[in-house]
């Protein structure tokens, strides 16, 4: 007798629970957004040229897609440590990037890489240019941010998203 009712009292809790409606906003069930912190973006050509996005935001994570010519291809998420986009920043900074232009024209066909790299103003900081014609800082840059990319994606095991 007192299974039945324990089962009965059970039965009604989740009834009347199921017929619940919860109320709330839709954005407090979500997880926080991650700010972006800085990427970098190299681009299609008429050759034989890599090309991927690498993105690095707050919540220690880089969103990476490989489209061509990478070790890996697809959309992967990749934990980096904390202090990652911090240090990335700060060599685009030690490089002055802050000086140029938002874009620097280069030949037709040449492959276009954008950085893009959040300042302490509260801005973001945007600079697209040429693989081969771009300022010597520039590309110093985007090959020290090829090579932390290239490292992240072949020493970690990305979760594959998309």
Do not use: H, W
């Not at 089962?7 to 619940?20: D, K």
């Not at 690095?56 to 880089?62: E, F």
């Not at 959309?75 to 904390?82: M, Q, S, V």
């Not at 900074?93 to 276009?112: A, F, H, M, V």
């Amino acid at each position: 007798m007192r299974i039945s009712s324990a089962a009965t009292t059970v039965m009604a809790l989740f009834g009347l629970l199921s017929s619940c409606k919860v109320t709330g906003s839709k954005e407090s069930s979500k997880a926080p957004i991650s700010k972006l912190l800085i990427s970098v973006n190299e681009g299609s050509c008429q050759g034989k040229c890599q090309q991927f996005e690498a993105s690095y935001y707050s919540g220690q994570k880089m969103i990476y897609r490989g489209n061509s010519r990478m070790p890996l291809l697809g959309k992967y998420e990749f934990f980096i440590p904390e202090q990652l986009p911090g240090s990335l920043i700060a060599e685009a900074l030690k490089l002055n990037l802050t000086s140029l232009p938002d874009s620097i024209s280069s030949p037709d066909g040449e492959q276009r890489i954008k950085v893009q790299f959040f300042l302490n103003t509260g801005k973001m900081k945007s600079v697209s240019a040429g693989a081969i014609s771009g300022p010597d800082n520039f590309r110093s840059f985007v090959r020290f941010m090829n090579s932390e990319v290239r490292s992240m994606i072949e020493d970690q095991q990305g979760v594959k998203i998309d």
